[in-house]
C-alpha cells in the first residue's frame, strides 16, 4: 500500500510517514515497544485460521450441522479484528461461534451455507458492534437483546465457550498444546497452526538498532505466556530478552485496549517518551487510552505514541480511519521503523 502524505502526515522516507508535529519524536525517544502477532511475526496462517478452524469443526463436528460451506473466513476474522475489543483471539473464536449459532437459532438455519449467507453478514455485523464498543461483551449484549426467551435458553445449551476456546488452542499448537498450553490436544492432533508462523523483523537489526540508539525495549502482547516463549524462541530472542521487559496474557492485567499493562511495562522500562509498535485497532487505542489517562491524572506518567505497521488486512479505508484517530507513524513494517531510526 503506497504511503501517501496529507495535511497531517509528511513522507520521512519512501517507507515512514510521521505526523507532522511528531517530527522531532525521535530526538526525545527513550523507549520502543513491541507487539508480536503482525509485527514481528506473521500470524495470518495461524491465529487467524485457528480461529476459523475452532468455528467450524464446533459446528460441523459437536453441533452437526450439514453442509460443507465454509462458515467463518480469513477475511472476515479481520473484520471481528477491527470492530475493537478482540486483543485476544480465544475471544475472536467464541464470539464468532456465538454470532452464528444466533442467526441460526434467529432464523431457524439447518445449513452451514444457510447460516454464513442469512443477513446480518459478518460485515454488518462487526459494524454494528464496533458503534457499541466492541468485544465479546458487545457480542453477548447483542445476542441477548436480540432473541426471544425461548432462544437464549437454547444458547444457553448449545453455546460452550470454554469447548470453543479449546478447539481454538488445539488448532494452534496442534502436536505443541502440552508445551504451549499444558494439556494433551484431544481434537487437534496432528500440526498445529503454529508452523505456518513466519517471522517479519530481522532480528539482528532489532537487537542492533536498540543497542546502537541506547533505547529501552520491550514487549507488549495478548499471547499466553506459553505463546510468547514459543514466539521469542522462533525470533531467537529467548536468550536475550528479561522477563521484566515483556507482559503477556497471564491474568495479571486487563487485556488491550485497556493501558494497565503498558503503563505497567514502561513503568519498568523507566519510559519517559516511547512508541508502541503495533497493527490493530486495539493497540492504537491502548496508547491513546494511556494517554487520556495520562491527562486527566495531570501526571508525570508515559508519553507514548503509536506506530502502525501497514499488514495486508488494513485496506485504505482503514489506513485513513487509523490516521484520523491519533497514528504517530506509518511504516511499511517494522524492519522500515527500525531503519528509521538511523535518523536520530
Known amino acids: 500500500m503506497p504511503l501517501s502524505e496529507d495535511k497531517d502526515f509528511c513522507s520521512a522516507n519512501k517507507s515512514v510517514l510521521i505526523r507532522r508535529q511528531l517530527r522531532y519524536l525521535l530526538s526525545e525517544l527513550d523507549t520502543v515497544i513491541f507487539d508480536i502477532d503482525g509485527v514481528l511475526i506473521d500470524t495470518r496462517g495461524s491465529f487467524s485460521e485457528a480461529v476459523c478452524d475452532a468455528v467450524q469443526f464446533y459446528f460441523h463436528h459437536i453441533l452437526q450441522i450439514r453442509g460443507r460451506a465454509q462458515l467463518l473466513y480469513l477475511s472476515e476474522v479481520c473484520l471481528f479484528k477491527m470492530a475493537g475489543g478482540f486483543n485476544c483471539d480465544r475471544d475472536l473464536a467464541e464470539g464468532a461461534s456465538l454470532f452464528f449459532l444466533w442467526k441460526m437459532l434467529r432464523f431457524s438455519l439447518n445449513t452451514l451455507g444457510e447460516i454464513h449467507s442469512q443477513q446480518p453478514s459478518v460485515r454488518k455485523f462487526t459494524q454494528q458492534i464496533a458503534s457499541e464498543g466492541g468485544g465479546l461483551e458487545s457480542i453477548y449484549n447483542f445476542t441477548q437483546r436480540h432473541s426471544t426467551p425461548q432462544i437464549r435458553e437454547k444458547l444457553k445449551t448449545l453455546f460452550d465457550s470454554q469447548l470453543i476456546r479449546k478447539l481454538f488452542?488445539?488448532?494452534?499448537?496442534?502436536?505443541?498444546?502440552?508445551?504451549?498450553?499444558?494439556?494433551?490436544?484431544?481434537?487437534?492432533?496432528?500440526?498445529?497452526?503454529?508452523?505456518?508462523?513466519?517471522?517479519?523483523?530481522?532480528?539482528?537489526?532489532?537487537?542492533?538498532?536498540?543497542?546502537?540508539?541506547?533505547?529501552?525495549?520491550?514487549?507488549?502482547?495478548?499471547?499466553?505466556?506459553?505463546?510468547?516463549?514459543?514466539?521469542?524462541?522462533?525470533?531467537?530472542?529467548?536468550?536475550?530478552?528479561?522477563?521484566?521487559?515483556?507482559?503477556?496474557?497471564?491474568?495479571?492485567?486487563?487485556?488491550?485496549?485497556?493501558?494497565?499493562?503498558?503503563?505497567?511495562?514502561?513503568?519498568?522500562?523507566?519510559?519517559?517518551?516511547?512508541?508502541?509498535?503495533?497493527?490493530?485497532?486495539?493497540?492504537?487505542?491502548?496508547?491513546?487510552?494511556?494517554?487520556?489517562?495520562?491527562?486527566?491524572?495531570?501526571?508525570?506518567?508515559?508519553?507514548?505514541?503509536?506506530?502502525?505497521?501497514?499488514?495486508?488486512?488494513?485496506?485504505?479505508?482503514?489506513?485513513?480511519?487509523?490516521?484520523?484517530?491519533?497514528?504517530?507513524?506509518?511504516?511499511?513494517?517494522?524492519?522500515?521503523?527500525?531503519?528509521?531510526?538511523?535518523?536520530?
Open 169 to 344: 488452542l488445539e488448532s494452534y499448537s496442534g502436536q505443541l498444546c502440552r508445551r504451549v498450553y499444558g494439556f494433551e490436544p484431544e481434537f487437534f492432533t496432528g500440526e498445529g497452526k503454529i508452523r505456518k508462523e513466519e517471522v517479519i523483523v530481522e532480528t539482528e537489526l532489532l537487537k542492533k538498532q536498540m543497542a546502537n540508539q541506547n533505547l529501552s525495549w520491550g514487549i507488549l502482547s495478548g499471547r499466553t505466556p506459553g505463546e510468547v516463549e514459543m514466539a521469542l524462541e522462533m525470533l531467537g530472542l529467548r536468550d536475550s530478552m528479561p522477563g521484566e521487559a515483556i507482559v503477556t496474557d497471564d491474568g495479571r492485567f486487563p487485556t488491550k485496549p485497556d493501558p494497565t499493562s503498558l503503563i505497567e511495562l514502561c513503568s519498568r522500562l523507566g519510559t519517559k517518551v516511547g512508541v508502541y509498535v503495533g497493527d490493530t485497532i486495539d493497540d492504537l487505542r491502548v496508547v491513546n487510552n494511556l494517554q487520556a489517562r495520562r491527562k486527566t491524572a495531570r501526571s508525570s506518567l508515559t508519553r507514548m505514541e503509536f506506530c502502525l505497521c501497514l499488514t495486508d488486512h488494513l485496506d485504505h479505508r482503514t489506513v485513513k480511519m487509523f490516521r484520523s484517530q491519533g497514528t504517530g507513524l506509518i511504516v511499511e513494517d517494522v524492519n522500515a521503523f527500525l531503519e528509521y531510526l538511523d535518523s536520530r
